[in-house]
């Protein structure tokens, strides 16, 4: 996330471009990110949905799970996974969290939009397509189902959010700290993130072209992540840096960064990408986390 906007920023790649494809393809790519760039910046190129019709969008592609032993409405836990879709590693965390006895719903947030897995590494994963600003537009729509849901504590939700994920969620809570949802939506509704009492990211984008800058986040809802020391998808001290200003703004962010661990750390099926290692160790403890945040969120409001 997103790398082909990070390769052209470096002149040395820039010239192999250069030579290995031509000027003209070069020339090309530059004009299509120029253009995406300005699109997406602008929202001319964003699609704009009422909430009702952003619930239809998405209706066909969330999977809501409760925890076996349920005597009434449950706290729950909706999932955003990373730019290439869901993986394994929301299944793993979506275990631990019904283990826990809390519900998840899990957020398909590409197959709705006909974004397909080489869509997705060639287009969502390079900043070509689907900005967080987009993206969050689908947080406020999730939360109108939950809240239609009566196996669903709706007054107790967690936002978690991987990569991408991470980034659409720290867009919503910008967003929301405005009084706002995502400018996809319109009308706006009346309290995006109704319910929400925790937001977790994990190695979330956090450079260009996220809008969010940590200086207007809602002061009710914590904010928790972990980083990846190594991580060169999503760079850490990108996060540091926004998380820094939130807290100058007084609003704290609880964040670590986990010493020698990559980005998508916790993924037990990540893709051939030597930049992100598997740690099985790293995975249990981050989930074995989301865990203790989601009890000490919900504790004193059952």
């Known amino acids: 996330m997103p790398n082909l906007v990070a390769v052209l920023h ?42 009702d019709a952003q619930v239809e969008l998405l209706h066909d592609h969330v999977e809501t799970r409760l925890p076996l ?14 730019c290439g879709g869901l993986r394994q590693v929301q299944l793993a965390y979506a275990e631990d969290v019904l283990a826990a006895g809390y519900g998840v719903i899990i957020v398909d947030s590409l197959s709705p939009r006909g974004i397909d897995r080489f869509g997705a590494m060639s287009q969502v994963c390079t900043a070509l397509r689907l900005w967080g600003q987009e993206r969050a537009a ?14 669903i504590d ?14 659409t ?23 995006p993130l109704d319910g929400v009492r925790l937001a977790v990211t994990m190695y979330p984008y956090c450079g260009f072209p996220v809008r969010a800058d940590g200086r207007a986040f809602p002061d009710h809802i914590p904010l928790r992540a972990i ?35 990559t980005h998508a750390f ?22 074995a986390q989301l865990v203790s945040w989601l009890d000490e969120a919900f504790a004193d409001q059952g």
């Open 69 to 82: 032993a349920t005597t009434g409405p449950v706290p729950t836990v909706i999932m955003l996974h990373g």
């Open 138 to 151: 689908d947080i406020p729509a999730v939360i109108a189902m939950a809240h239609d849901n009566p196996a």
């Open 154 to 167: 709706a007054d107790r939700l967690a936002l978690v959010g991987w990569s991408h994920g991470g980034w």
């Open 227 to 261: 980083l990846a020391e190594r991580d060169m998808i999503a760079p850490h001290r990108d996060c540091e840096r926004l998380f820094d200003r939130s807290d100058a703004a007084g609003i704290a962010v609880d964040f670590e960064v986990w010493d020698g661990l």
């Open 10 to 51: 470096r002149p040395d790649m820039t010239m192999k471009l250069l030579l290995r494809g031509g000027a003209a393809i070069a020339a090309l790519t530059l004009t299509a990110l120029a253009a995406s760039a300005t699109g997406n910046a602008s929202g001319v190129t964003t699609p704009t949905r009422s909430l």
């Open 169 to 191: 969620v720290l867009e919503a809570l910008d967003f929301a700290a405005e009084g706002r949802a995502s400018p996809a939506i319109a009308p706006q509704p009346d309290a």
């Open 266 to 287: 916790d993924e037990p099926n990540p893709p051939p990408d030597p930049r992100i290692e598997y740690n099985a160790g790293a995975a249990q403890r981050a989930r």
